[in-house]
């Protein structure tokens, strides 16, 4: 079994909500807690309410790196898991324009402190691809991560090359696995891969040494996020 994190980003309504929810409630054959959603923040009360007979799990898009204060928006890792998030996705790519890798460490800390999993994106540019720095870059973004992992603390980490979010490329199974082979040899924290995953590919790439997937755009479906969690329910 595979997981399988769907990454609303900021999408949806609460109508869409309503029926996502409504129609996971009522079929929940695949259904396990390996199924995660994240979720715009201010849909997740209504999420649980709908999902509280289900196994799915809810998680942050993303939590500020400080504890409580004067930070106007910002929302803390605390207040995610007092509405019942077990995860956080911490330094997904549209994230990492505004914050540093400082900042995405503080944010783990955050999420430890609070009882959240973080979930850490890393992920190349495809100028730094072509530039063969792939390794180079994935690990600056890792060091926190493998600090973290140290000290005792689970962190699971998504691959999600930056050309290969919302643009309908992947990257092949071999380059997935020169990576992941990569990540084995530093972690032995799971290891998921993102970026244009759909229904038509993820049986593929369920080849890969993959944990799971993170899943944006495809996951706004119901039926197309059926037909994925269900292969990865059966994958192995
Ligand atoms: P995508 O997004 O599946 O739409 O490419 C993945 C992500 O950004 O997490």
Same mark, same amino acid.
């Given at each position: 079994? $595979?997981?399988?994190? +769907?990454?609303? $980003?900021?999408?949806?309504?609460?109508?869409?909500?309503?029926?996502?929810?409504?129609?996971?409630? /009522?079929?929940?054959?695949?259904?396990?807690?390996?199924?995660?959603?994240?979720?715009?923040?201010?849909?997740?009360?209504?999420?649980?309410?709908?999902?509280?007979?289900?196994?799915? +799990?809810?998680?942050?898009?993303?939590?500020?790196?400080?504890?409580?204060g004067a930070?106007?928006?910002?929302?803390?890792?605390?207040?995610?898991?007092?509405?019942?998030?077990?995860? *956080?996705?911490?330094?997904?790519?549209?994230?990492?324009?505004?914050? /540093?890798?400082?900042?995405?460490?503080?944010?783990?800390?955050?999420?430890?402190?609070?009882?959240? $999993? %973080?979930?850490?994106?890393?992920?190349?540019?495809?100028?730094?691809?072509?530039?063969?720095?792939?390794?180079?870059?994935?690990?600056?973004?890792?060091? %926190?991560?493998?600090?973290?992992?140290?000290?005792?603390?689970?962190? &699971?980490?998504?691959?999600? %090359?930056? &050309?290969?979010?919302? /643009?309908?490329? =992947? %990257?092949?199974?071999?380059?997935?696995?020169?990576?992941?082979? &990569?990540? $084995?040899?530093?972690? *032995?924290?799971?290891f998921i891969?993102?970026?244009?995953?759909?229904?038509?590919?993820?049986?593929?790439?369920?080849?890969? =040494?993959?944990?799971?997937?993170?899943?944006?755009?495809?996951?706004?479906?119901?039926?197309?996020t059926n037909?994925?969690?269900?292969?990865? =329910?059966?994958? /192995?």
């Amino acid at each position: 079994m $595979k997981n399988f994190i +769907a990454n609303w $980003k900021m999408n949806g309504s609460i109508e869409v909500l309503e029926t996502y929810c409504q129609h996971l409630a /009522s079929n929940q054959e695949h259904l396990t807690d390996s199924m995660i959603l994240a979720l715009p923040a201010l849909y997740i009360p209504m999420a649980r309410h709908y999902l509280k007979n289900t196994p799915v +799990a809810i998680a942050a898009q993303c939590v500020s790196a400080h504890n409580d204060g004067a930070y106007t928006g910002q929302l803390s890792a605390r207040m995610f898991a007092e509405l019942g998030c077990s995860y *956080a996705i911490i330094g997904h790519s549209e994230r990492r324009e505004i914050e /540093s890798i400082e900042s995405t460490k503080n944010q783990m800390l955050q999420c430890i402190h609070s009882g959240l $999993k %973080p979930i850490l994106c890393i992920g190349e540019t495809l100028q730094e691809k072509n530039e063969m720095k792939t390794i180079e870059i994935l690990t600056s973004q890792l060091q %926190p991560m493998l600090t973290l992992e140290q000290q005792g603390h689970d962190i &699971w980490v998504a691959y999600e %090359p930056r &050309w290969a979010i919302g /643009s309908g490329l =992947t %990257p092949d199974n071999n380059e997935i696995n020169i990576v992941a082979d &990569w990540f $084995k040899g530093l972690s *032995a924290a799971k290891f998921i891969y993102g970026g244009s995953v759909n229904p038509d590919n993820i049986e593929n790439l369920a080849k890969c =040494t993959l944990d799971g997937f993170l899943v944006g755009g495809a996951s706004l479906d119901y039926n197309l996020t059926n037909q994925m969690v269900s292969i990865c =329910t059966h994958c /192995s």
